[in-house]
């Protein structure tokens, strides 16, 4: 071994140690994550297990070294060739681009792998005659003869990365090709933006059919689809606002709340709708089907919808919404429980009653539905033949399940196929997750979570109750939005992994059973910190209102969240899971969608969120850790923290922040804050106003800087009032008011001054200003508005 060069062997002794910290941030030429080759490498094997090449790339890396061989002075070659493999097969190392300073695609690509100044100097000595070959840069063989200046020209800003240092640098290769963990245990992952502007984005669905076409349904009524490139089409997929029941309301239940494309949607063109509808003071749901247009593949006949079933809702929360297609070919309905609280409805509340359609998982058979009943029930319904029961029902005892999914099953195996996940919407103490079986009684109103809610049902011994796989106290979150288990192929690591969020704090949270004990392992998911996300076209952040979850036809996860959680406010977002830390191996997920016959106008898409800098991941509410599951049967204990089903400790849930916002909680939750919630984010806005006046008008109070403070009303206009009545849930702001006319708030800083707003931004500190904690003004000043859910024109 000339110079002290480190060999091909000893190279692979040196990938045994491997040990991934914070600063870890593996990333190949293509600016990717890196991946485990489809099959060993022959030439750079050190790299067989995890790197940047394919079989093909590495039998091109073997070419040039041939090549290299046959120019090269045979002398020269027996003590050189080592040196000549190592820096050629540094491109297949899985921090490719951090060797070759290219970390994004305007970083211009070195020519040669950045070299520890040790390594370089007994290189030099022997071999430097060797780069010639191996590199065209002039710039560099003019530096051959000096020593010092030769080996800085080859190295690396950031030493972390020079070769061969970094094959033992333990920061960067511990648990390397695995997805990594911040030091409290949180997932560090990363997201794409897919589609943004939406109101409230409640479902995302795809076809089935090929055309990789995606629909996704705003609250408001609409359904736009888009193409796999990420256009939109102009006219909507569907369009039925004019029916839907909802409000702007910040936290309205009511509205579109699922879609379900059939099975065959490719050969007869069917989708079912979950929607609010109402009329004076009655209110119901309808799931309803309807039929894509016989001239045009990309919307609806509108004039085809056919009333499947409407359901009476004795109030405005608690309506459920889910709608999904099983592998039995059968539609599945997931009804809340009708709404208020504590289910007051009957003796033992609607959930518990088995002749009521509310607070259950339905299941019905909608083919060949064009003559005769509009549904007919499946023979195996558990409840068939029960005359106390109506035969619709599949599950019972749920409370306001928001968002289920149908697990795909292990794409190699197949284990997992067919699982139903459902998350169920707590009352005062608890979200939870369920596992939906036949015949299933999921507790409420006995039960919430593990814990009683109506003691005397909860003793009954025939209650008979399957309880969550998985239940996390309201310190953690207040509305929990069910996901799905990653099954798809572009992020090995994630298969298996159960991705769900809430509503009200923002977190995403994952679930990972153990196959041999049945177990569910809880771990919070927290947006990459540092370089974790440093990729092209990825993002460390999303909108805190998580309203949905979705896959793709490839099996991809998604979710939807907004800043404003009101059916009229456009800031809804679709987002694509990424995990940063590994990759399919390119080509194996390649997709080539079926062609589209578009008839409308294409509206490209145009990302808007942008990737945060920051040291650190999102941090979040410490909890204690998971107690036993009790007993049946008998109150219980005070709330546990998130608590899984096994009865063993599992590591405690570290935290992030949440977020204050209402939504599909318990009767007194909807549409305000959360009590428990810390500090908002930057540019959150509030009302203060004197006792006695409505909500909508008072005086503009900013959080700015970790602190809130008021608006003085230099350049106050309508402009500005709307941003805020905007933010706050209402559509339409009335008044700009100025010269404190809700009174001074003089406890308090002023942080704004000179504010002026074209109208459109997320939040005043868009807005053009003097500056935070800049101003000219006293609070005899201080700015107000008058918000409104009416046009006040009309």
Known sequence: MAGGRAGPGALLALLALRVLGAAAHPQCLDFRPPFRPPQPL????????????????????????????????????AACAGYALDLLCQECSPY????????????????????????????????RGLFRYL??????WALEGNRAKFCRYLSLDDVDYCFPHLLVNDNLNSNLGRVVADAKGCLQLCLEEVANGLRNPVAMVHAQDGTHRFF????????????????????????ISRAVLTSPWEGDERGFLGIALHPSFWHNGKLYVYYSVGFGFDEWIRISEFRVSADDMNTVDHGSERIILEIKEPASNHNGG???????????????DGGMAGDPFGKFGNAQNKSALLGKVLRIDVDHNERGPLYRIPRDNPFVGDPAARPEVYALGVRNMWRCSFDRGDPATGAGRGRLFCGDVGQNKFEEVDLVERGGNYGWRAREGFECYDRKLCANASLDDILPIFAYPHKLGKSVTGGYVYRGCEYPNLNGLYIFGDFMSGRLMSLRENVETGQWRYSEICMGRGQTCAFPGLINNYY???ISFAEDEAGELYFMSTGVPSATAARGVVYKVIDPSRRAPPGKCRIQPAQVKVKSRLIPFVPREKFIRRAESTPRPTTRAPTQAPRRGRPTAAPPPPTLRPTRRTPRPARPTQRTGGRRGGGGRRGRPGTADPAPSNGAVRLVRPAGLNPGRGRVEVFAGGRWGTVCDDAWDSKAAAVVCRQLGFAHAERATKRAEFGEGRELPILLDDVRCAGTERNLLECTHAGVGTHNCEHQEDAGVVCSHEDPDL
Not at 135 to 140: A, Q
């Open 135 to 140: 590199s065209p840069d002039r710039e560099l």
């Open 544 to 546: 805190p209102y998580i």
């Open 322 to 336: 889910q709608l999904l297609f099983g592998d039995d070919g059968y539609l599945y309905i997931f009804t809340g």
């Open 96 to 127: 490719a681009a951090h060797l070759y300073d290219a970390e994004d695609p305007s970083t211009p690509l070195r020519t040669v792998p950045g070299l520890c100044e040790d390594y370089c100097l007994d290189m030099w000595q022997t071999c």
């Open 216 to 239: 996704v349904a705003e609250q408001v009524g609409l359904v736009w689809a888009y193409l796999p490139d990420r256009s939109r089409l102009e006219k909507p997929f569907l369009n």
């Open 42 to 77: 022959r030439f750079c094997a050190q790299y067989s297990a995890f790197g940047c090449c394919t079989p093909e790339q590495d039998a091109a890396l073997a070419g040039r070294f041939g090549a290299l061989a046959a120019r090269v002075d045979a002398a020269e070659w």
